[in-house]
């Protein structure tokens, strides 16, 4: 009889199975990326191709976002996987966890709309960051509006509209290894950069701004430590920056000064304190 009951459970797991790969993986996959699209204000989903991954999964290749709405440039990964969380989906609420594969590195995490039957509106959302090469990320570029390289790994937690960074809370620690950030100083007649190719950031958003714990960067014989708040602004981009600190140039005998960052988060300059 156990024998009996064993040959029915397989044969109820292989017809589980071929019916997961003779579903219509393309179709459901276009369309639910064309409502999203619908449903998107800042952006146009796409990819090239839809098939199953692990049970319950979809793999898009060349997945591809375009924030055309927003003139925020694009994302565009080798592969993302999306797993749906069913016990969210029987309550009414889009939530998924995901995988992609992205600019040599791996982005994971999980998405929770707080809205009913909706993939629109606030989230709760958590993102991990694996060696992400950000040169290559036309998004992030257009995002800060500045030139950017180097790699990027981390955490973010954040939860709210994310189509308004000031509506939302969370934090974030991030670290860039191989950047080059120049930052313009006044030192002397000739504003000069200086050059760092290491940032390591810890900062919450809360009420409207970004309240930075510890922003430190490191170059060639320079290192800076600094604490501040950068005014969040509907486009990032626009964001001001108002960090203070000290930078110690080990080159100089390890001269310490104080000094602030101020200005647009895609300009900002360096002033030294000399009270």
Not at 102 to 108: C, I, P, R, S, T
Not at 175 to 195: K, N, Y
């Amino acid at each position: 009889m156990m024998r009996w009951g064993l040959r029915c459970l397989m044969a109820l797991v292989v017809l589980a199975v071929a019916g997961l790969w003779l579903m219509p993986w393309e179709r459901l996959g276009h369309a639910w990326l064309a409502r999203l699209s619908d449903e998107s204000p800042v952006a146009v989903y796409s990819c090239s191709t839809v098939r199953p991954g692990a049970p319950p999964a979809m793999v898009f290749d060349r997945f591809h976002i375009d924030f055309r709405k927003r003139s925020y440039g694009e994302i565009e990964t080798d592969s993302l996987t999306v797993r749906p969380r069913l016990a969210a989906l029987l309550t009414g609420r889009m939530a998924y966890g995901f995988l992609a594969d992205a600019y040599g590195g791996k982005v994971d995490g999980d998405v929770n709309y707080i809205r009913y039957f909706t993939a629109n509106g606030p989230v709760d959302a958590s993102f991990r960051i694996t060696d992400l090469d950000v040169g290559r990320c036309a998004f992030l570029r257009a995002l800060t509006g500045a030139s950017l390289s180097g790699r990027l790994k981390g955490n973010v937690d954040f939860s709210g509209e994310t189509t308004d960074l000031r509506q939302g809370s969370g934090r974030a620690l991030l670290t860039v290894q191989g950047c080059h950030l120049p930052v313009a100083t006044g030192f002397g007649r000739m504003p000069a950069p200086v050059h760092f190719d290491a940032l390591e950031l810890r900062a919450v958003f809360d009420r409207g701004s970004l309240q930075v714990d510890k922003l430190v960067l490191s170059g060639r014989g320079v290192r800076s430590v600094l604490r501040g708040q950068v005014a969040l602004k509907k486009e990032f981009r626009d964001s001001v920056l108002s960090l203070s600190g000290k930078l110690e140039v080990t080159a100089l005998f390890g001269l310490t000064l104080k000094f602030a960052i101020t200005g647009p988060i895609a300009h900002p300059a360096l002033t030294v304190i000399y009270r």
